[in-house]
Structures are given as structure tokens and as C-alpha cells.
């Protein structure tokens, strides 16, 4: 990925966002520099990598003094040639502010730490739930406790212990059992004395790299609680690790259309979960419109496959023109076989490059074209394009779980364990640098864990 394909928020513009209004919650003055963001998918160039982090550590020199940084990670980057992006970025900007600067970070639980971020930072917060749903309140915890050590004096610091285990998300959704209880626990922790913050981390398996690993880390200011914090949520997360099943009902592609076939109740939705991109697969694979179109199946809307050159005959058309269109495989041509078929443009988004999107209807099958990868986890993804999901027999979407919208109507929700980028069957990763042993790939071992405390604890 390159530069351009993050959206990137500078001054004043970052804290005008409706992601940053937390912060405006707080007594605080926020010097606003720099924040990037995009679809997750594939490995970061080093070179807007190396343009990010000097442009952030710029910016924040130029605002130098000051009491305490606030870092809105997400913490799975995967940067060519590097195994620790997070690791170097927030290790840099300790080195610039200096050790007395108080730095508090909030994480999406699918990031992956590090022994150098934890040695760099005081304080930590990760999202509580999965899908996310706490994105808010996980930045205002890790506000809140910035804001109250500058306020107070005091300095947190933090503990943590690896646990060697690393699934994916859909496995490890807070809406289900196991995770649903084990995170169920940290506000318990949170309450203890000595306690601030405690944290369970899912990790990001795709990446493949060495720091790749669930784990607890915990804020606090006496070791004795933080470690009775860290070995118990490590403990449990570990004891669970056999108990961590897919939410929805999953099978292969085809088992799932033939569910779909002897329906009666409507939507069914299905994800396409291998190319999934907001875990970052392609979404440019055809491979499902294939097996619809296969089967006959009417009144289908298939939903975001990202095909730059399809939306762009489907605007050199028209609204009501039909041609006959390549569909998919344009962004990773070895991951899927594209679709020839004749199309009708039944509508075309108001929206310039990048923002383009096509509705073309290929017999009783609607599918929704997308001029970049994006998602189409909400209700108003569709209604904007004069979809109602609701009213179809079957919604084909490229995600795992589902995000609260469409989890509302599925009737039912199934998961395809289709192939990608993203393969959801983790055992058949051909996994070359994550650390061993480790839980699905390894299950004959044990493990005790050992809570490390961060270089900074006194
Ligand atoms: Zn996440």
C-alpha cells in the first residue's frame, strides 16, 4: 500500500473529525499533528512507511513542550522490511519527547505489541469488543488515564505476558463464548487497587511475523496487582484457546449455497471471508458471483467487489446500457478467475475516481461494483445506492462477522470459508516467522505465563 491509499488527517481537520471528537471531552489543550488511515490490505511500502513517521515526528517537534502524547494506534502494520512497525514508530516518538513524557496509546485488539512498545509506553487501552463497538470509549480510557497522570503527578506504567496463541477474528468475536466472557472480565480488573487498565489482545495472524501473539497487558501502578492481573487474563485466554469457534454457522463455499438453496427465510448473508478487506484481503475475487450465477439463484445482491476498470465501462455506458463486463481478479489476477457476463447498469453512484460504484444486474443476481476496496458492513452502505438489503433473498458480502446493521436482518448469517488472502481455516496457513510453538499450528505443549514488566517500571 502506498501513501495514497491511506486517508490522512492533519491540524486542525484531525481534531475537527467526528473519529476525535472524544478528545474534546477532556480538559485538556490537544496539539493535533498527524493521523493515517485505510482498508487493511497487504504490506505497507517502506518508503510512505519512513514519509509517515517523519512527517509525525516533525509535526510533533514543532509542538514540543508538552505534558503528555496520546496515540491513536491501530497496531497491526505490516511495513516492507520491518517486523515491528509499531515497535520503531512509538519507540521514535519516546526518543522525542524524552523519558518524562507521560504516552498513552489505545489499540485495536487485532494489533500485535511488542516488548519495545511496551518499553516505550506508560499507558494502554484496547478495544473491548469485536467487532468494534467500543472504538470511543477505548480512545477515552486512554485519554482519561493520560489526562489523570498529568493532572496527578502519578506515573503508570505497564506489565504484560505473551500468550501463544494467535486466531483470527472471527473466531474470537466478543459476541460469542469464549472471548464474550474473557473480556467480560477486564472492567473487574480495572477495579482493582493498583489496577488501571486491563487488556486482552487477539493479535493479527496474517501478517505472519515473530511479535504475532495474543496477550494481556495491563496499566497500572503497583506491580503486584498488574501481575496478579496479567497471569490471570493470560491464564484464562490460554485455558480457552480449544473453545474459540466461528460465530456463525461456516462451511465450504458450496455446502453453504446448498443451505442457501433449501432457505426459507430471507436474507440469508453470507460472507465471502477469505477476501475479506477489512482484515485485509483483496475483495476483488468473483469466485462466489461464479457459483451464484452457477446455481441460478434470483434475487441475490452480491456486494463489494473492487474492480476499477468494470465501474469505469459501467460510467462510459450509462444508467440502462448493457454490455457485457469482466468482473474481479483485477488487483490479485493468480487469487481468482474473473466473470464474463452480459450486464445491464441499473445505477451508478455520484461520486468522482476513487468513489465510484456500479450497480449492474446479471440475471437475477445484483452485484455492486466498487472503484477501491471497501467494505459494505452497514445498512447505509446499500441504502445510499437505493438497496434495500433487507428485501433480498440473499446478501453475498465480503466480510467475516457482521458488524451490528446487517447482523440485525441476517435470517440466517453464514460464513463461506472461502479462499484469499485472509484464509479463515488458520492451520492451513503456511506460517514461516510467527513465534513457536503456537496455538492452532502447535498443540502439544505447555505454557505458564510470565508477565513482563515494561523497561519504564520503577
Ligand atoms: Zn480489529
Redesign the pocket.
Known amino acids: 500500500m502506498r501513501a495514497e491509499d491511506f486517508r490522512q488527517l492533519r491540524g486542525e481537520a484531525l481534531l475537527a473529525h467526528p473519529e476525535f471528537a472524544v478528545l474534546g471531552g477532556f480538559a485538556a489543550e490537544w496539539v493535533p499533528t498527524v493521523h493515517w488511515r485505510s482498508v487493511p490490505g497487504g504490506p505497507v511500502a517502506r518508503e510512505a512507511y519512513e514519509g509517515f513517521k517523519a512527517e509525525f515526528l516533525a509535526r510533533l517537534a514543532a509542538a514540543l513542550p508538552i505534558d503528555g502524547l496520546y496515540l491513536a494506534m ?1 497496531g ?1 502494520a505490516f511495513v516492507e522490511g520491518m517486523n515491528d512497525a509499531e515497535g520503531d514508530f512509538i519507540a521514535a516518538a519516546r526518543a522525542l519527547v524524552g523519558p518524562e513524557c507521560p504516552i498513552s496509546a489505545s489499540y ?4 500485535n505489541v511488542s516488548q519495545a512498545v511496551i518499553d516505550a509506553l506508560d499507558m494502554f487501552a484496547g ?1 473491548r469488543t ?1 467487532p ?1 463497538i467500543d472504538v470511543d470509549e477505548t480512545k477515552a480510557r486512554a485519554c482519561g488515564m493520560l489526562v489523570a497522570a498529568i493532572a496527578s503527578g502519578t506515573r503508570p506504567f505497564l506489565a504484560w505476558a505473551r500468550v501463544p496463541v494467535l486466531l483470527p ?1 472471527e473466531r474470537t468475536s466478543t459476541v460469542e463464548e469464549p472471548a464474550k466472557g474473557l473480556y467480560g472480565r477486564l472492567a473487574g480488573w480495572d477495579a482493582v487497587a493498583g489496577v488501571s487498565d486491563a487488556n486482552l489482545m ?1 493479535g493479527y495472524v496474517w501478517a505472519d511475523e515473530p511479535r504475532g501473539t495474543a496477550c494481556a497487558v495491563v496499566t497500572g501502578t503497583e506491580r503486584g496487582a498488574m501481575a496478579r492481573a496479567v497471569g490471570e487474563l493470560a491464564g484464562a485466554y490460554w485455558e480457552a484457546r480449544g473453545d474459540f469457534r466461528f460465530g456463525p454457522v461456516t462451511a465450504g463455499l458450496e455446502e453453504c449455497l446448498d443451505i442457501a438453496a433449501r432457505c426459507a427465510t430471507r436474507p440469508l448473508v453470507l460472507s465471502d471471508s477469505g477476501d475479506n478487506p ?1 482484515a485485509g484481503g483483496v475483495a476483488d475475487s468473483a469466485a462466489v458471483l461464479a457459483a451464484v450465477l452457477a446455481r441460478g439463484f434470483e434475487g441475490v445482491i452480491v456486494a463489494g467487489i473492487a474492480d476499477l476498470p468494470a465501474v469505469a465501462a459501467c460510467y462510459a455506458a450509462g444508467v440502462g446500457a448493457r454490455l457485457t463486463l469482466s468482473i474481479g481478479a483485477t488487483l490479485h489476477p493468480a487469487g481468482s478467475v474473473p466473470v464474463v457476463a452480459a450486464a445491464e447498469v441499473v445505477d451508478l453512484a455520484e461520486a468522482e475516481g476513487a468513489e465510484r460504484q456500479a450497480v449492474v444486474r446479471i440475471g437475477g443476481v445484483t452485484v455492486i461494483l466498487a472503484a477501491r476496496r471497501r467494505p459494505y458492513y452497514n445498512r447505509s452502505d446499500y441504502t445510499e445506492l437505493g438497496i434495500d438489503p433487507a428485501e433480498c433473498r440473499m446478501l453475498v458480502v465480503k466480510l467475516g462477522y457482521l458488524m451490528p446493521d446487517l447482523a440485525a436482518i441476517a435470517n440466517p448469517a453464514l460464513m463461506a470459508l472461502t479462499t484469499g488472502v485472509v484464509d479463515q481455516d488458520i492451520p492451513r496457513l503456511p506460517v514461516r516467522h510467527v513465534t513457536r510453538p503456537c496455538f492452532p499450528w502447535d498443540t502439544d505443549f505447555a505454557y505458564v505465563p510470565e508477565v513482563i514488566f515494561s523497561a519504564r517500571a520503577p
Not at 485495536?108 to 494489533?111: A, M, Q, S, Y
Request: aromatic share 8%.
Open positions: 491501530h497491526a485495536d485488539l487485532h494489533g478495544y469485536a468494534h477474528g487477539v477489512t
